[in-house]
């Protein structure tokens, strides 16, 4: 559907040759996993705001036919409540969930 690039340390991405704005920055976790902001992961994939809930260190993601749900400290996103192991744990850090950039190839599709 189109390509989305993430630049570390930065407060932007590029989303379909379009630069989009984030109110906090990507950034390289211990073990090298590229960690972003939930919220704009799934912007990347086309979810619209609208379908993007977080709260208290969860976040429930609707993309389509599929819920997804994050939870902080846990390496588990489970997806239409089957569980999918992720490499690294999702982050909660200043405010924001930080999921590794492998969760939209684990489960935006």
């Not at 709260?55 to 997804?68: D, H, L, N, P, Q």
């Not at 749900?69 to 744990?89: D, F, Q, R």
């Not at 999702?90 to 489960?107: C, F, H, Q, T, W």
């Given at each position: 559907?189109?390509t989305?690039?993430f630049?570390i340390?930065e407060?932007?991405?590029?989303?379909n040759?379009?630069e989009?704005?984030?109110?906090?920055?990507?950034?390289?976790?211990d073990?090298?996993y590229?960690?972003?902001?939930?919220?704009?992961?799934?912007?990347a994939?086309?979810?619209?705001?609208?379908?993007?809930?977080?709260?208290?260190?969860t976040?429930?993601?609707?993309a389509?036919?599929?819920?997804?749900?994050?939870?902080?400290?846990?390496?588990?996103?489970v997806v239409?409540?089957?569980?999918?192991?992720m490499?690294?744990k999702?982050?909660?850090?200043?405010g924001r969930?930080?999921?590794?950039?492998?969760?939209?190839?684990?489960s935006c599709?």
């Amino acid at each position: 559907k189109g390509t989305a690039k993430f630049v570390i340390g930065e407060s932007k991405y590029t989303l379909n040759d379009k630069e989009v704005e984030m109110d906090a920055p990507s950034y390289i976790q211990d073990g090298g996993y590229t960690m972003v902001p939930v919220r704009y992961v799934a912007n990347a994939f086309g979810v619209s705001p609208a379908n993007i809930m977080a709260s208290k260190g969860t976040a429930t993601i609707f993309a389509g036919e599929r819920t997804i749900n994050l939870t902080s400290g846990s390496n588990v996103a489970v997806v239409n409540g089957n569980p999918i192991k992720m490499a690294t744990k999702v982050v909660n850090k200043d405010g924001r969930l930080y999921v590794p950039a492998e969760i939209g190839r684990a489960s935006c599709r």
